[in-house]
């Protein structure tokens, strides 16, 4: 169900659009998360990342790019592992993934507020 995966500074966990529905949890390190080219997120231990590919049942494809700022080491979640968990796994990973979901709509919401603020004064 699950794996280790090491990533050097600079590698590319994975590519924007790019086909995938794994999900991975960062144990160590820090990633940098950017679409488009613009950088949406900075993220450390403990986080999560390719969440929207894992629950875009319809196409899989990666909504953003993930780089390793320093070296990663990274716990891989493969998807077909995680649908035959049992109910109690896939209900406790869908709250999980609420969870981190509404955390990065508040992130979202503050930065597209204070772009807002910034040009208004």
């Known amino acids: 169900m699950s794996g280790w995966l090491d990533a050097r500074e600079g590698d590319a966990v994975f590519e924007e659009g790019s086909p995938g529905d794994s999900v991975y949890v960062m144990a160590r390190g ?28 319809e196409t899989h494809a990666r909504s953003a790019a993930v780089r390793a700022l320093s070296p990663l080491v990274l716990i891989e ?39 807002l603020r910034s040009k208004a004064g």
């Open 77 to 115: 979640i493969s998807a077909e592992g995680l649908r035959n968990g049992s109910a109690e796994l896939q209900a406790a990973f869908g709250r999980a993934f609420i969870r981190i979901m509404l955390t990065r709509i508040r992130y979202a919401d503050e930065r597209y507020l204070n772009l």
């Open 30 to 57: 820090e990633a940098e998360v950017t679409r488009s080219g613009a950088r949406l997120n900075h993220l450390g231990a403990g986080e999560c990342i390719g969440e929207i590919a894992f629950l875009d049942e």
